[in-house]
Nanobody, 121 residues
Framework: QVQLVESGGASVQDGGSLKLSCKAS?????MAWFRQAPGKGREWVAA???????TYGASVKDRFVVSRDMAKNTLILQMTSLKLEDTANYIC??????????????????WGQGTQVTVSS
């Protein structure tokens, strides 16, 4: 059973930057970030297979960068130019040993508890 622990959530101002981390208890091939705002469904944000092939949701592309520290089994999300609508609980997800897809919740079999990001004006 892979355990995922997120960290780095905080309150920031509109236009600011923030870095989130998700540490996995062991190596797992695919890792992703989702987010969920109050009253809304879960939205896929970004994903990567090992430290390759990063992919992004349309609402964050060109503002967020996802990467892996393979030595530390850690997924990182560097967020810049944050907007009010980025406010959400950011949740780490993982799948392995293979991952047939990356954008849907059903692609992942392990989930973290999330870390809150609040963007204010």
């Amino acid at each position: 059973q892979v355990q995922l622990v997120e960290s780095g959530g905080a309150s920031v101002q509109d236009g600011g930057s923030l870095k989130l981390s998700c540490k996995a208890s062991e190596y797992i091939k695919c890792m992703a970030w989702f987010r969920q705002a109050p009253g809304k469904g879960r939205e896929w944000v970004a994903a990567t297979r090992d430290d390759n092939e990063p992919t992004y949701g349309a609402s964050v592309k060109d503002r967020f960068v996802v990467s892996r520290d393979m030595a530390k089994n850690t997924l990182i999300l560097q967020m810049t130019s944050l907007k009010l609508e980025d406010t959400a609980n950011y949740i780490c997800a993982a799948a392995g040993p293979s991952c047939r897809c990356v954008t849907g919740s059903g692609c992942y079999n392990y989930w973290g508890q999330g870390t809150q990001v609040t963007v204010s004006s």
